[in-house]
């Protein structure tokens, strides 16, 4: 089971950030993952990397020893951590939050809405979807080239990330 959501506020310490996120994570037996939201292309692109980063766990095809981190691998449409982490993770003065709250393997906590509230509250964020929906600005931002922008329609923008993410798989 899992949750997406987005969320927003100010991170001055990165470091104090994802620490933070690290003790409730393990207070709460649960696997969070953060993405810098300025790069994600709706709740379709988050879903489609937990997809792919399970499906390689599965089969034994994983780069990471982490399923936060293949995620991110795979949101990222990169395949080193070295590229991944500076492109989607969370940087100073990053304000706009796209978050998954997985359950651990052989846990089978309730990820309620209620437990989001709580997270927030601890990291003083709010919550807003809103930072998911993305635009032709994200594309850019996320590597894909006017050329590619141009070849579809406004409607299926979407499908180009989908695409990065797949070929993912391709140059492992």
């Known amino acids: 089971m899992y949750k997406i959501f987005g969320a927003k506020g100010s991170i001055d310490d990165t470091n104090n950030f994802i620490d933070k996120i690290t003790v409730f994570s393990k207070k709460k037996n649960i696997l969070i993952q953060v993405f810098d939201a300025d790069l994600i292309f709706g709740k379709n692109h988050i879903i489609t990397s937990i997809n792919h980063a399970l499906r390689a766990i599965e089969r034994k095809k994983n780069t ?29 003065n990053t304000n706009k939050i796209a978050f998954i709250v997985l359950n651990n393997i052989n846990s089978d906590i309730n990820i309620s809405n209620n437990l989001i509230d709580e997270l927030l509250g601890f990291l003083s964020l709010t919550r807003c979807d809103d930072v998911l929906n993305g635009n032709e600005k994200t594309l850019k931002k996320f590597g894909i080239g006017k050329n590619e922008i141009k070849t579809i329609t406004k409607n299926n923008y979407e499908k180009l990330v989908i695409e990065k993410i797949a070929l993912v798989d391709i140059i492992k």
């Open 64 to 92: 990471t020893n982490s399923v936060a981190m293949e995620i991110l691998l795979y949101a990222s449409g990169e395949r080193q951590l070295k590229l991944a982490i500076p492109k989607m993770g969370i940087k100073y």
